[in-house]
């Protein structure tokens, strides 16, 4: 992600208190496969309640960790109250879509021509997101999803593929919030759950891939997967990263999945038990 200060940020988080401000890991992930197992694997890892996906192309707005706790944690708000009150709880959220158009942000030099390049229509790619995320909860990977780690689990982690992984992890969640209704204490039925989208600031996205390609070819294409992706054709992950990248996908290090791998694990324990 072009960070040059990773040596620094492991050191001064080693040094400080995990109170402070938490303590930062670099692992290295080398089985295959594309993103969905890459963070999959990162997930693994992890040893808090709450799971933040930030690409490594996304700047995260200020006081991100508490805006991100308050809305899942609902400042403090349990289930039983929630449901009498018939407030929707959120089981995951995401931050409103923005394009980085700082100085800094537009600076990012892949052509030394084009520094400081402003793309004309990226204001649009913005709005017609953020309507997207908004009207129909469905945010982006470049949004920074986020969602407490049994609801991670309970659906079984990104999908095993090396593109649109986000996507399926928020149709996912969609169809969790409509069929999921537990009954609590006393008898009351859980709230419905929403994928919340978190109010304020928005992640600023690298403008790198609309200044280098521009907003038309960009939308087009990002419209073009996705209608591949899930329209009639349904072309698989494998495909589109073909179509996408012009190159073979990620070679995997095991030719099954790791929820595969622990199911098959688990059906062997369970006859053995039973023999």
Request: proline share 6%; charged share 20%; hydrophobic share 35%.
């Amino acid at each position: 992600g072009g960070c040059t200060n990773l040596d620094s940020l492991i050191d001064a988080s080693e040094k400080s208190s995990s109170r402070d401000w938490g303590c930062v890991k670099i692992v290295s992930f080398t089985s295959g496969g594309g993103r969905g197992p890459c963070l999959n694997f990162g997930a693994s890892t992890a040893s808090g309640r709450i799971l933040t996906f930030c690409h490594s192309d996304t700047a995260l707005p200020h006081r991100w960790d508490e805006r991100i706790v308050s809305t899942l944690e609902h400042e403090g708000v349990n289930d039983l109250a929630l449901a009498r009150s018939k407030e929707p709880r959120a089981n995951s959220c995401a931050f409103s879509f923005g394009i980085d158009q700082s100085r800094e942000g537009l600076s990012m030099p892949f052509a030394s021509s084009r520094n400081l390049y402003y793309p004309p229509g990226i204001r649009a790619v913005e709005t017609t997101a953020n309507m997207r995320t908004h009207l129909y909860s469905l945010p982006y990977g470049d949004q920074v999803i986020s969602l407490h780690s049994c609801v991670f689990h309970f659906l079984g982690g990104f999908p095993d593929q090396c593109l649109m992984e986000d996507y399926e992890l928020v149709s996912l969640l969609r169809r969790r919030s409509a069929l999921f209704k537990p009954c609590l204490d006393d008898g009351v039925s859980a709230t419905r759950e929403i994928l919340a989208i978190i109010p304020g600031p928005p992640a600023l996205c690298s403008p790198r891939r609309w200044q280098k390609f521009g907003v038309l070819y960009v939308t087009f294409m990002n419209s073009r997967l996705v209608n591949l992706y899930a329209g009639v054709k349904k072309l698989s992950p494998d495909d589109l990263f073909r179509l996408y990248y012009s190159s073979d996908p990620p070679i995997r290090g095991a030719n099954d999945s790791p929820w595969e791998i622990r199911l098959a694990h688990l059906v062997k324990t369970l006859e053995s038990n039973v023999s």
